[in-house]
């Protein structure tokens, strides 16, 4: 049976590696996501879960860890935020190269300095060209459920899945969950089975020098995982919906068909993005959202569908590119850019190291998306404190 | 929409209390969302906690800047924290005080309600004499007040959740419940603060 319980963000991941029957874990503490491992620690010592937790003195180290484990062809997980995700780079790189199904939690934290605990989707975005594939969370119960197919996905790619959350808004925000029973999630995720791995009996190589008559058609192949990605992630989160009541594709569109204006949003602020949307409707506003799951890959001809019936289109971005621009509206523009018949595209950076997404602050940004001349919305800041501001010179 | 902001000190457990809160309202039907004022805790600093009820699942995901309610858990957080800021008019203020509701007379404007919770904690082995982990006894006297919840709720989710103590807990809020005292404020416009 499964039980509906009223937990944080963290633990639903917990909840969702348990589920999952994950052999090795491997983690470096770090706000905002200690509390991941930490209940997952308590568990394999607890005998709930019979994996092997090990402690490393690094995210670095951690990720060195599972990379070694999933070599040997069990399943794995590790998690991690912010500046350990960036001390993991290498290793991300290398992880998705050498084509491991390997699944990490990352909580959304701003990189610093300014040293900042608070969310912000730049840690997780500094990571979208290593081949690994990156799902975007928006409650609780989205973070169990995408831990959950991130396995299937990842198993079925061999290619690594980073499940991405916002911290605090999510990660230690507790609301109610639906935890699956142990017997569905078995039936919806087999134990792995590795096609390669390292064994005795079978020897063959890892990781070994890769010569330009290679290299080329292993990155190629990469690609063609990416391609698969997107067709398995509509069908392996039809089959969830199947199973457990909830659907999940690479996009979630909310009243987009007669919508003048659609909102682009990922994480956390598209929860709060809705109960705006639905008060502007319900004052005749045909206003939509979309909402981002699967950042990589990023879904172009999805995106295309929605998006092109559009007149304008506002994408929220809580990151920033410096010197471009929001990462997710960069994406969206290069989506749409070869369609004759395109929508305008403005981009909005907002919330940027945890600064609130309010009510007010989006309601006020819907008031300037649906005024702003088109060619002035090409970057805005939206909520800055000018008053705090210097000129650089 | 219900939201509601605790106030307490670090380690005096205002966290816990917002989730066994929140666990016990969902208990008997309702939807909720709980989360930490995230900062540089530190045991003894002033901390906050919040809470979100309503009759459907909860899509907003922003700070509360305006509750309804308004818990304290040490009454000399009263001079030092922002206790009223955005308080609605007319919100419960439930103090841990052995002091009477109408003494505090800056409150004006709110129902104020008073429990000794240091004392309730004491007695039940709750913490120590100096520091007492008045938690579960100020989320049963809120409970009462606020008649969000049953106590059977609280006492299910203190079973279910609190990993020490659980007897001596759920003896102290029974006794919380069943002892709360009321001393309704007197003005009923928000002129607070004062």
């Not at chain 1, 069908?235 to 987009?256: K, P, Q, S, V």
């Not at chain 2, 205002?14 to 809160?21: C, D, P, Q």
């Amino acid at each position: 049976m499964s039980e509906r319980k009223v937990i944080m963000g963290n633990h639903a991941v917990s909840y969702g590696v348990k589920l999952a029957r994950v052999q090795v874990i491997s983690a470096y503490p770090i706000t905002p996501q200690t509390q991941v491992v930490e209940m997952l620690s308590e568990m394999c010592a607890d005998a709930v879960l019979a994996a092997k937790f090990l402690k490393v003195e690094s995210e670095h180290s951690a990720l060195a860890a599972v990379i070694g484990a999933a070599t040997l062809g069990v399943r794995t997980f590790t998690a991690t935020s912010a500046q350990g995700l960036a001390l993991m780079h290498e290793l991300v790189h290398w992880s998705a190269g050498s084509r491991l199904p390997l699944v990490m939690a990352d909580v959304n934290r701003a990189m610093a300095p300014g040293w900042s605990i608070w969310p912000d989707q730049l840690d997780a975005l500094s990571q979208r060209d290593t081949g690994w594939l990156q799902l975007y969370c928006e409650s609780n119960q989205e973070i169990l459920d995408l831990t959950l197919l991130a396995y299937r996905l990842a198993e079925s790619l061999s290619m690594p899945v980073m499940v991405v959350y916002d911290a605090f808004v999510l990660s230690h925000t507790s609301e109610p969950v639906e935890i699956p029973d142990q017997s569905e999630v078995d039936a919806y995720l087999p134990a792995l089975a590795s096609r390669t791995k390292l064994d005795l009996k079978t020897p063959a190589a890892f990781g070994g020098l890769t010569s330009p008559e290679y290299y080329f058609e292993f990155r190629y192949m990469m690609q063609q995982a990416h391609d698969r990605a997107l067709v398995l992630m509509d069908e392996i989160g039809a089959e969830f919906g199947r199973r457990f009541g909830r659907n999940y594709g690479a996009l979630e569109t909310i009243d987009c068909d007669d919508a003048e204006l659609i909102l682009v949003t990922a994480g956390a602020s598209s929860s709060t993005t809705r109960v705006v949307v639905q008060e502007r409707r319900r004052r005749g506003q045909n206003i939509g959202i979309v909402k981002l799951r699967l950042f990589r890959p990023f879904p172009v001809d999805a995106i295309r569908r929605v998006l092109r019936k559009a007149r304008r289109v506002a994408v929220i971005d809580r990151n920033l590119s410096v010197g471009c621009g929001g990462i997710f509206a960069q994406e969206i523009r290069a989506a749409l850019c070869d369609l004759s018949d395109r929508p305008e595209i403005l981009g909005y950076v907002a919330g940027l190291g945890g600064r609130d997404i309010t009510l007010a602050l989006l309601n006020a940004l819907i008031d300037d998306a649906l005024e702003r001349k088109a060619e002035e919305g090409y970057l805005v800041f939206w909520g800055l404190k000018e008053e705090t501001l210097y000129v650089e010179r | 929409m219900i939201e509601v902001r605790i106030h307490g000190r670090g380690g005096q457990g205002a966290v816990i209390a917002s989730k066994l809160l929140a666990s016990a309202i969902f208990s008997e039907g309702k939807y909720v969302q709980c989360f930490p004022a995230i900062g540089v805790e530190r045991r003894g600093a002033p901390v906050a906690a919040f809470l979100r009820v309503d009759d459907r699942f909860i899509y907003l995901r922003t700070d509360i800047a305006e509750p309804d309610h308004v818990v304290v858990l040490d009454q000399r957080l009263i001079v030092v924290a922002p206790v009223t800021e955005g308080l609605k008019p007319n919100g419960i203020i439930l103090i841990n005080s052995a002091r009477s509701a109408r003494s505090f007379s800056s409150l004006q404007g709110y129902r104020v309600y008073t429990i000794d919770a240091n004392q309730i904690a004491g007695d039940h082995g709750l913490g120590s004499e100096t520091a007492p982990i008045v938690n579960t006894v100020m989320a049963a006297a809120f409970l009462k007040v606020s008649q969000l919840a049953t106590i059977e709720g609280l006492c299910k989710a203190i079973e279910d959740e609190v990993p020490i103590k659980r007897q001596a807990n759920i003896a102290a809020s029974n006794q919380a419940y069943a002892r709360m005292q009321a001393f309704v404020g007197t003005a009923m416009k928000g002129e607070a603060g004062e």
